[in-house]
């Protein structure tokens, strides 16, 4: 792979490491340096001119901190004279902030889109964004990724004659219908209502699932309420076994201890899209790498080759 230079931000050194691993390139070096007024400087410790960049920076707490750093290697790149610069954000944590749901406020994932965009990416390469229309908020080409394949992986050597997939709300039930398929599975859905960001509400269960075993799919799990609601709602239809799947895992305000105490919760399922100290970590938790399916999204776009192929082909 000829004039590709791959630099890292803070967010989650240790995935760029393991993906440049993957596609057999360095991973060059970035000087971040704080000044007394709290400023940031970025500096890209190798040669762009002319050279295809990927930037990888998932946008993850501190989101801000994250946010800014990215941009200023964006600037730096272009600055640079880069020939093309990819944001590899394999969290986009403002895909939250995707519409106007109350009066007054700020569509932030299409904000903080437009500024990627004037700080001068040319592409985005990210994983399993929040709902679809966050794809639209830029205006630059956008390749997504998902890790169903990755997940579902996991679990396609267990006994899943009895098992439903279950998406804890309607909004999640396309991917969730989807990952099913993958495992040769019934699915089944929530009814949620949101009330605040730690306040949700599940009032039914839509499908079968007494007396089965539960696979819960959700994009993100960051304080868990919505995963601790459905749980208590699976309760109600004596369900045999539950497990809980996501590709992002914040796991934010000890959610992962919370869920790991659940006695009926047996695993916890996640990516490595968003960093998960060791330290932080529960038993029942196991971290499946998406750094694989990243570098070869890398390779097919440096080469012009299709990345949607990545999932035809299996």
């Given at each position: 792979m000829r004039n590709i230079a791959v630099f890292s931000g803070s967010a989650h050194p240790e995935l760029a490491e393991e993906m440049c691993a993957h596609l057999g390139v360095p991973l060059h070096p970035v000087s971040v340096q704080r000044f007394a007024n709290d400023c940031l400087q970025v500096q890209l410790q190798a040669n762009c001119r002319e050279h295809d960049v990927f930037l990888i920076q998932p946008i993850v707490p501190p989101v801000q901190e994250n946010l800014v750093e990215l941009l200023l290697m964006l600037d730096a790149a272009r600055g640079a004279s880069a020939a093309r610069v990819t944001v590899v954000m394999p969290h986009y944590a403002y895909?939250?902030?995707?519409?106007?749901?109350?009066?007054?406020?700020?569509?932030?994932?299409?904000?903080?889109?437009?500024?990627?965009?004037?700080?001068?990416?040319?592409r985005v390469l990210a994983m399993t964004l929040h709902s679809p229309q966050v794809h639209g908020f830029f205006s630059m080409p956008v390749d997504q990724l998902h890790a169903l394949?990755?997940?579902?992986?996991?679990?396609?050597?267990?006994d899943l004659s009895n098992t439903v997939v279950v998406s804890p709300d309607l909004g999640n039930a396309k991917p969730a219908s989807a990952f099913?398929?993958?495992?040769?599975?019934?699915?089944?859905?929530?009814?949620?209502?949101?009330?605040?960001?730690d306040e949700v509400r599940i009032s039914a269960i839509i499908g079968d699932v007494t007396d089965r075993d539960i696979i819960v799919l959700d994009d993100e799990i960051a304080k868990g309420s919505t995963v601790i609601e459905l749980v208590d709602r699976l309760r109600e239809h004596q369900v045999r076994s539950i497990r809980v799947a996501c590709t992002h895992g914040l796991f934010t305000d000890k959610a992962l201890d919370r869920l790991g105490e659940m006695h009926?919760?047996?695993?916890i399922v996640s990516t490595n899209t968003v960093p998960i100290p060791e330290t932080n970590r529960?038993?029942?938790?196991?971290?499946?790498?998406?750094?694989?399916?990243?570098?070869?999204?890398?390779?097919?776009?440096?080469h012009g080759e299709s990345v949607s192929a990545l999932f035809h082909d299996h």
């Open positions: 895909a939250r902030s995707d519409k106007k749901d109350a009066p007054r406020i700020s569509i932030g994932g299409r904000l903080m889109a437009d500024l990627m965009a004037t700080a001068g990416a040319t394949r990755e997940l579902a992986g996991h679990f396609e050597n267990d099913a398929r993958l495992l040769g599975v019934p699915v089944a859905a929530g009814a949620k209502q949101r009330f605040a960001d009926d919760v047996r695993e529960h038993p029942k938790l196991t971290v499946l790498s998406v750094a694989p399916q990243l570098a070869d999204a890398i390779r097919r776009i440096h």
